[in-house]
């Protein structure tokens, strides 16, 4: 049985048609027209689908539409502007983290999170924080520094 969900994505207002259980992922993607986040796993286990929902990272892949509420969406695209990037999107591009770019949503929303609470993050606090994330191409060593860059940027 569909039923009506007005979404705040970006800042932006959406109306979304949907059965209750579709996932949060597939009214991002197919309703509201975003390219981000990215359909992974579809098991909340490689983060590809993160989105902040009134701040907090959220697996959107396993995130029925019924418990967004009237939660604030952001997703990569909200983070920052190619005008003004987020501190963790300049240090991605300084570190030359990107390699094939799939899993950069799940990383760059999960370490925004993050630091918007942590501003002075130890290592040992950013990997905990970045647990359960996965990077096929293998650039866990890249993204950690830039994570540090985007902390001591906003410290």
Not at 2 to 22: E, Y
Not at 38 to 56: I, P, R
Not at 94 to 119: D, H, R, S
Not at 127 to 147: F, M, P, W, Y
Request: aromatic share 4%; glycine share 10%.
């Amino acid at each position: 049985m569909s039923q009506r969900f007005m979404l705040t994505v970006n800042g932006q207002s959406h109306t979304v048609d949907a059965d209750p259980d579709m996932p949060l992922l597939y009214a991002l993607r197919g309703d509201v027209g975003l390219n981000n986040p990215h359909f992974g796993c579809g098991l909340a286990q490689c983060g590809a689908c993160t989105v902040h929902l009134d701040g907090q990272p959220t697996r959107s892949c396993i995130t029925p539409l019924s418990a967004v509420g009237n939660a604030n969406i952001t997703t990569l695209a909200g983070l920052g502007t190619p005008e003004k990037p987020h501190p963790l999107q300049t240090a991605y591009i300084e570190e030359q983290v990107p390699q094939c770019g799939y899993c950069i949503n799940g990383w760059l929303m999960t370490a925004a999170a993050f630091l918007a609470t942590k501003k002075k993050p130890t290592e040992a606090e950013i990997k905990e924080a970045l647990t359960g994330l996965k990077c096929r191409c293998g650039t866990h060593i890249s993204i950690l520094k830039a994570v540090k860059r985007a902390a001591a940027m906003m410290g």
